[in-house]
């Protein structure tokens, strides 16, 4: 059995019960390592496990899943995945791949940041589609979440924007010398984002977001206990006026609030706001938010 | 501390580690038992947990929230939902109370039907706003979710539909006569769900839904073993016409396939097509994907 398993979100613990026994059965264990990052170290998975992990990078998982796959339809193979194993990123591939070799494959799933971001307390079915946002470039700065979040917004709904990483990234002398040393991991902070954000539409003009009359809602480590998790929330203007240690350890991602928005939902993330009064007042006249 | 927990999707060891652990901790352990089902017995949750648990219906949360959080600020208290906290119903209510008592309050996360909808193969961010369907009777016939998938399907978006189930009915002599006695539980099947579909797209006729041309994905048990577990996609035609015996035991989901469908998707999807003939054709031909 191919048992492809989601992590949760924070550390070795959110593993669901099921998960962990099908990890301690495998014969050999994957961890994927491109589309997300863990928070935790993989040796603490390990020790927590009793088991070594394979890290899986994106060249291996396209080039050489032949050997994820070996031997899977006598005994058990585990691929581990941060969050939900059809999260952003799915791995309908490797599905794909297994069905084809008539390996059986059970998906065990857990949370996610499509899921989890409820805890900012607004209603997941007042989401629209969620978006990405890339590391701008100089030459590159592609702009198309600037259209998915107007037709958000036009609906009243809100956007999940999950922020870029780059995970074994080779600079171009790197790259163009053929030598594989990769670059720290970078991840977009949450200022940083805004700003770009803020750049697209003073390029496009077309209304869709405002510094001071959009609300963001950031949220990082979402899960995690309350030295981790965090979540802050305010105008635009005023999230990328932080410090970016306000904004806790990456991963972050960043809800573009929709004017769909409850009262209870306002006071609920009130308690997270850089300023109470403009978050409330935002709220009421430019959202048209009743509140009490 | 306050703990609500999410229990996943399917039985007792969807659990996290750290969701178990919390259980084990608790003074008291309550059962949210009335957004959604769990698919074990509560007897059975409890011989895993080795704990008594305190079933907690919508009355007991909405009047006796206080009891729920006695002494929450000295002992564990562990509060568990189906699914994730933040799930297709939020717990925002009981989270402001205990905040106003000053009871620390810690949410871990599990997989809802939110994410692990994903397991049909569809991309997740191209999903909009979900919607929910309830039984329609003779005089109330509810239709905003036309208006929603409508919304979602002009941005070539899918539609995550959630369907009405029944728990704690009282019959409206029971009502009237004050006695507190309860019907079976009642689940929407996809075939009424469908049937109610097309019952509003021809009062409406907005040309929203199709029988021969919208495709639809049915869902239950996701996350469950390949006997409990069931995906059934089609032509909303295909789909209601199927027994309902086709698509397992509750619950179910239907996902109304928006026209951004990559040919990958088509291709994962169509092992479990009532028709892959169909379901290539219609993906082909009215949703316009390229397929190889």
């Given at each position: 059995m191919l048992y492809i398993i989601g992590l949760g979100l924070c550390d070795e613990k959110d593993i669901t019960v099921r998960g962990l026994e099908a990890v301690k059965s495998s014969?050999?264990?994957?961890?994927?390592a491109y589309t997300s990052i863990l928070m935790v170290q993989k040796e603490r998975l390990e020790a927590f496990y009793g088991k070594k992990?394979?890290?899986?990078?994106?060249?291996?998982?396209?080039?050489?899943?032949?050997?994820?796959?070996?031997?899977?339809?006598?005994?058990?193979?585990?691929?581990?995945?941060v969050g939900d194993p059809f999260g952003a990123t799915t791995h309908i591939d490797i599905v794909l791949r297994a069905r084809a070799d008539k390996i059986p494959v059970r998906i065990i799933h857990n949370a996610?940041?499509?899921n989890a971001v409820g805890a900012c307390g607004l209603q997941l079915y007042n989401f629209g589609q969620s978006v990405s946002l890339v590391f701008f470039t100089e030459t590159w700065k592609p702009d198309s979440f600037y259209d998915r979040i107007n037709e958000n917004s036009g609906l009243g709904l809100h956007t999940l924007v999950l922020l870029d990483i780059k995970v074994k990234e080779q600079s171009e002398e790197n790259l163009a010398r053929g030598r594989k040393i990769y670059e720290p991991p970078r991840y977009?902070?949450?200022?940083?984002?805004?700003?770009?954000l803020l750049e697209i539409e003073s390029l496009r003009n077309e209304k869709v977001l405002s510094p001071s009359t959009t609300l963001g809602i950031a949220l990082s480590r979402v899960g995690g206990d309350d030295?981790?998790?965090?979540?802050?929330?305010?105008?635009?203007?005023?999230?990328?006026?932080?410090?970016?240690?306000?904004f806790g350890e990456p991963?972050?991602?960043?809800?573009?609030?929709?004017?769909r928005l409850h009262h209870l939902e306002v006071n609920f993330a009130q308690e997270y706001a850089v300023n109470k009064e403009t978050w409330r007042q935002v709220a009421s006249k430019a959202y048209g938010c009743a509140l009490e």
């Open positions: 014969a050999r264990v994957y961890l994927e992990l394979i890290p899986a990078d994106r060249d291996m998982v396209e080039t050489e899943s032949d050997e994820i796959l070996r031997n899977a339809d006598k005994e058990d193979v585990a691929f581990l995945v996610s940041i499509m977009m902070s949450v200022p940083q984002a805004v700003s770009q030295n981790s998790q965090r979540i802050v929330c305010g105008t635009l203007e005023e999230l990328s006026q932080q410090p970016t240690e306000v991963l972050h991602s960043l809800v573009i609030v929709g004017n």
